[in-house]
């Protein structure tokens, strides 16, 4: 049983969590702009005391926030798929992403019938 099959169950049996991790994400996202925006001064000048020290602890700890985001919104997109056809690959938000290439029109149509398709299920 690979891991991605064990996240999969347990997104898929525990759909509060797989909830509470979309939320987290979606706030660790926001709570980064706004500390990067309300503290940017601060960040800077900690940032030019030190820049071959201070510079890549910074890159790296926007590294590690952007995949904490990744982690905890794929842990939440788990639980959306179907256990009666279960998906060869690891991850995925929805199908519609896989379908019809870099065409600006079709990508938005694939994301109108993803959105109506949550909508189905939330009713």
Same mark, same amino acid.
């Given at each position: 049983?690979?891991? %991605? $099959?064990?996240?999969?169950g /347990? =997104?898929r049996?525990?759909? +509060? @969590?797989?909830?509470?991790?979309?939320? @987290?994400?979606?706030?660790?996202l926001?709570?980064?702009?706004w500390?990067a925006?309300d503290?940017?001064?601060?960040? /800077? $000048?900690?940032t030019r005391?030190?820049?071959l020290?201070? =510079?890549p602890?910074v890159? @790296?700890?926007?590294?590690?926030?952007?995949? /904490?985001i990744i982690?905890? @919104?794929n842990?939440?997109?788990t639980?959306?798929?179907?256990?009666?056809?279960?998906?060869?690959? %690891?991850? !995925?938000?929805? +199908? =519609?992403?896989?379908?019809?290439?870099?065409?600006? !029109?079709?990508? /938005?149509?694939n994301w109108v019938?993803?959105?109506?398709?949550v909508?189905?299920?939330?009713r």
């Amino acid at each position: 049983m690979t891991i %991605c $099959s064990q996240i999969k169950g /347990f =997104g898929r049996t525990h759909e +509060r @969590l797989a909830d509470l991790s979309s939320l @987290l994400a979606v706030a660790l996202l926001f709570a980064t702009i706004w500390v990067a925006i309300d503290y940017q001064a601060a960040i /800077f $000048s900690w940032t030019r005391q030190s820049i071959l020290l201070h =510079g890549p602890a910074v890159i @790296l700890l926007l590294v590690l926030d952007v995949f /904490f985001i990744i982690l905890l @919104l794929n842990i939440g997109s788990t639980r959306r798929e179907d256990a009666a056809h279960p998906s060869d690959r %690891c991850f !995925g938000t929805f +199908r =519609g992403r896989c379908h019809g290439g870099f065409n600006l !029109g079709t990508a /938005f149509r694939n994301w109108v019938h993803h959105i109506e398709q949550v909508n189905k299920k939330h009713r």
